[in-house]
């Protein structure tokens, strides 16, 4: 079964401070993994995926199998960074479709 | 496009009661699926609908149980709610079971 872990409940940094929210999985095959994000009243939203090894709001996620990790990073936090961020593991089940896996999310605060 | 559309957006019941909550997916998607998010908590798989069929589920009891109608919407309903059944409740949608899927708002339901 697969599981993902995040292991800080809140997170606060200065504005302009580097950020840097963890994530571990754990899963015996070949996992894509997600960062979401959900701002205050919004809906729960993507921020970024693996796969596209994009930059998005200048944050950015590497995927690092020998540590089974997936921590999102951006240089300098901006106020509008304020927000729950959740990271999430997609597995291809037995069935033929894929199962999304979130962790219990961290709440980053940007101090101004 | 309104995305995908959540309805009722709150609902309270007491204990024993059963509920329905509705879920339109977003166009161009055919894939729906049901999580719930308890309080301080990421979301939790609970089924995925396809072709009108339950492909995949996630490791809740048979009180929680869907359909899927042809026009893709979908349903989720709980019998003998309990208390611990208070939750937001979310749905998501895809294309064919893929990634990435996208979110509604939810359906707040507090059980008394």
């Known amino acids: 079964a697969q599981r993902v872990t995040q292991p800080e409940k809140l997170l606060s940094v200065f504005k302009g401070a580097p950020v840097e929210l963890k994530c571990n999985y754990s899963y015996s095959g070949s996992p894509e993994l997600f960062w979401y994000v959900q701002y205050s009243r919004q809906r729960l939203q993507l921020l970024l995926r693996h796969i596209s090894r994009e930059s998005i709001k200048g944050f950015t996620a590497d995927l690092n199998k020998g540590e089974t990790s997936f921590h999102l990073k951006k240089p300098f936090a901006q106020e509008e960074d304020s927000a729950m961020y959740y990271c999430a593991l997609s597995a291809l089940s037995g069935a033929g479709s894929y199962q999304l896996t979130f962790g219990k999310g961290t709440k980053l605060s940007v101090i101004p | 496009d309104a995305g995908v559309t959540q309805s009722p957006t709150h609902l309270i019941k007491t204990r024993g009661q059963q509920v329905t909550l509705r879920c339109s997916p977003k166009?161009?998607?055919?894939?729906v699926s049901w999580y719930q998010q308890a309080l301080g908590q990421g979301p939790q798989f609970i089924f995925q609908y396809y072709e009108e069929e339950e492909r995949q589920r996630g490791n809740f009891p048979d009180r929680f149980s869907g359909h899927q109608f042809p026009n893709y919407s979908s349903e989720l309903n709980v019998n003998a709610l309990l208390l611990g059944d208070s939750a937001l409740y979310l749905c998501?949608?895809?294309?064919?079971?893929?990634?990435?899927?996208?979110f509604g708002d939810g359906t707040r339901l507090s059980i008394l």
């Open positions: 166009s161009g998607h055919d894939t």
């Open positions: 998501a949608s895809s294309f064919q079971g893929g990634q990435p899927q996208h």
